[in-house]
C-alpha cells in the first residue's frame, strides 16, 4: 500500500511538472528555450484566410521582400532577433544586327545589369504569458541599401555615312536619333527603427503561429541617376555623348506600419 501511495505521488508530480514546462507527449518542450534558434515565414501565401482582400484584411508584411527573419532566444523569456538580405545579381542579353561595314555579316549588340539589395536589421524581443499563448513585445532597428546599373555596348559604330546604324532595341536604350551607352539609377538608402507588439500561439512542440502589429519611424533617399547617350554630332565623323541627370527624392514616415497586423509561423529548434 506505501508502495502504491509512492508510486502514485510520484507520477502525479511528473504529471504536474510536464504540465508545469508544457512538454509534448515525446517529452519535448511546447515553448522555445534558452539557445533556441527560430526562423519566421509569412503565413499569408499559405491560405486564402491569410491573404484575403480588402482593408481588414491581414498583411504579410512581417517578412520584407527576399529577407530572412530569424531569433534566437537568450532565456526562455527574451530574444534577439535579425532580419538580413544580402543581395546581388547581374544579367547579360545579347542580340545580332546587320553590319553596316559588310551587310552579309551580322555584329553582336549586348545589355548587361547589375543590381545590389541589403537589408540587415536587428532587435530585442521579450514574452510574457501563460501556457501555450505567449504575448511579446520589443524593437528593432534597420538599414536597407540599393543600386541597378545597366550599361549597352554596339556592333555598328555612329559615323558619318551612318549616323544612325542598325543596333537592337532592348527595350528603352533608344532616345530619339541616339542610344543610351549606360543607364545608372540613383543610389537607395533607407533606415528604420520600431517597436512591435504581438502574440504566438504553440499549437506544437517549438512551433507557432504568431501575429504582430508595428509602429516606427522610416527614412529613405534615392540619390541622382546618370543616363548617358550617343548619337551623331552633326559636325565629325563621329558620336557625341551627352549625360543627363535625373533627380534624387527622400521620403519620411511616422505611422503604424501594418494596422491589419501580420501574420507569420516560426520554427523553433
Not at 527560430?38 to 491560405?47: E, M, N, R, T
Amino acid at each position: 500500500m506505501r508502495k502504491q501511495l509512492l508510486t502514485v505521488a510520484f507520477v502525479s508530480a511528473v504529471a504536474f511538472a510536464n504540465a508545469q514546462t508544457m512538454m509534448s507527449k515525446d517529452g519535448v518542450s511546447i515553448l522555445p528555450e534558452s539557445g533556441d534558434w527560430s526562423i519566421s515565414v509569412d503565413a499569408a501565401p499559405l491560405g486564402t484566410f491569410f491573404r484575403d482582400s480588402g482593408p481588414s484584411a491581414f498583411s504579410n508584411q512581417y517578412l520584407q521582400n527576399m529577407t530572412i527573419v530569424g531569433k534566437m532566444m537568450t532565456s526562455a523569456n527574451s530574444a534577439i532577433r535579425g532580419k538580413v538580405r544580402i543581395g546581388f545579381g547581374s544579367s547579360s542579353q545579347d542580340a545580332f544586327s546587320l553590319s553596316t561595314a559588310s551587310p552579309l555579316s551580322t555584329v553582336l549588340d549586348t545589355k548587361k545589369s547589375s543590381e545590389m539589395n541589403v537589408t540587415l536589421g536587428a532587435g530585442i524581443q521579450k514574452y510574457r504569458g501563460k501556457g501555450r499563448v505567449q504575448g511579446y513585445y520589443g524593437a528593432e532597428a534597420y538599414i536597407m541599401l540599393g543600386s541597378d546599373n545597366t550599361d549597352y555596348t554596339y556592333g555598328n559604330a555612329i559615323t558619318s555615312a551612318t549616323q544612325t546604324p542598325a543596333r537592337n532595341d532592348f527595350g528603352s536604350n533608344i532616345v530619339g536619333p541616339g542610344y543610351v551607352t549606360k543607364d545608372k539609377s540613383g543610389s537607395t538608402f533607407g533606415f528604420g527603427v520600431r517597436g512591435f507588439i504581438g502574440a504566438e500561439y504553440f499549437f506544437a512542440a517549438k512551433m507557432s503561429f504568431g501575429l504582430e502589429y508595428g509602429w516606427g519611424l522610416g527614412l529613405g533617399s534615392t540619390g541622382e541617376g546618370e543616363t548617358t547617350v550617343e548619337a551623331y554630332n552633326g559636325t565629325t565623323a563621329g558620336p557625341a555623348s551627352t549625360t543627363t541627370k535625373s533627380g534624387g527624392s527622400s521620403n519620411f514616415g511616422l505611422d503604424v506600419d501594418n494596422a491589419s497586423g501580420s501574420v507569420f509561423f516560426s520554427f523553433y529548434f
